[in-house]
């Protein structure tokens, strides 16, 4: 059990880490892979619910800087993040304590992204995972029903490279093979996410871990403002290596039904359906529109 969480909460791939096979027979292996509140999900922005307690999330000590190793477990790239960055507010119960972070992404670029908005898939998402402050292990926290709280960020892609990624991306490009590992220059989680002004507008739902065991632990908070990356920077990941040799791509979990859950949405969160029909609108007014 120790194993498979750790496996698990360091990003894990299926294959080779559960040996469960491709995730459309996880529930086979793993019971709670087939459970009703499962992650992944595509968050339909009009059927979103506006909670006002989903005010900004409180940062602390996101701007400090750490040193750590950033590895290829043969499934994805994870940095270990030392237990000083937390977060509160924002609707959550208590203080979280951030614990790790992982990526998960498609093709060169292509669709890669585990949520979708509207059916739309990013080519990666990163996933900061926390655990709440009082527990001091990962076993304790994922028997609470909200034991983890994961922020979900998207990328999209840029003509130019995002600075503030260099480090990130020159040290990737040094564990391609499966169980490499190097030192991580100084960094801080706040360097790897939008600025604070721009964290306001997300979207929030009670859900799983991504990978076997699918825990159903996880308060998700997926981010509307998603972070630039050039072709470039975003090929980089896909060069690295599974444990078979081959060039990791889609390392994601195929979205999973809602199965009757409210994802709410903060203030500041748009209803993209809305926003498309309000430009319809205002095309019609001024006799843009094309005749039928």
Not at 192 to 200: H, W
Request: aromatic content about 8%; proline content about 5%.
């Amino acid at each position: 059990m120790q194993q498979l969480i750790l496996c698990v909460l360091l990003a894990s791939f299926w294959t080779s880490c559960t040996g469960a096979g491709a995730p459309e027979k996880w529930d086979h292996a793993f019971k709670e892979c087939a459970g009703k509140y499962q992650s992944p999900i595509n968050i339909v922005t009009r059927k979103t619910l506006k909670d006002e307690r989903l005010t900004p999330i409180k940062f602390k000590n996101y701007q400090q800087i750490f040193r750590s190793t950033i590895k290829n477990n043969g499934h994805s790239v994870q940095v270990g993040v030392p237990h000083l960055s937390t977060i509160s507010g924002g609707g959550l119960q208590g203080i979280y304590k951030a614990v790790q972070f992982h990526l998960h992404w498609g093709n060169n670029g292509g669709p890669g992204s585990e949520h979708t908005i509207d059916g739309e898939q990013y080519p990666m998402e990163l996933h900061i995972v926390h655990m709440k402050s009082h527990y001091t292990d990962l076993t304790t926290a994922l028997r609470d029903p909200e034991g983890i709280a994961v922020l979900g960020f998207f990328y999209e892609k840029s003509n130019s490279a995002n600075r503030k990624y260099e480090a990130i991306i020159n040290t990737v490009r040094n564990v391609k093979a499966t169980n490499s590992n190097t030192s991580l220059p100084a960094i801080s989680l706040a360097q790897l996410i939008p600025s604070e002004q721009n964290l306001t507008s997300y979207y929030r739902y009670k859900g799983s871990l991504t990978t076997p065991g699918c825990a159903e632990a996880v308060v998700w908070t997926v981010f509307e403002k998603p972070i630039p990356l050039s072709m470039d920077q975003l090929g980089a990941f896909s060069d690295l290596q599974f444990h078979d040799g081959k060039q990791m791509m889609g390392n994601f979990r195929p979205v999973q039904p809602l199965n009757g859950r409210q994802v709410f949405r903060s203030g500041g969160a748009m209803i993209l359906a809305s926003s498309a029909l309000l430009m319809a609108a205002i095309s019609m007014a001024l006799g843009l529109s094309h005749p039928n």
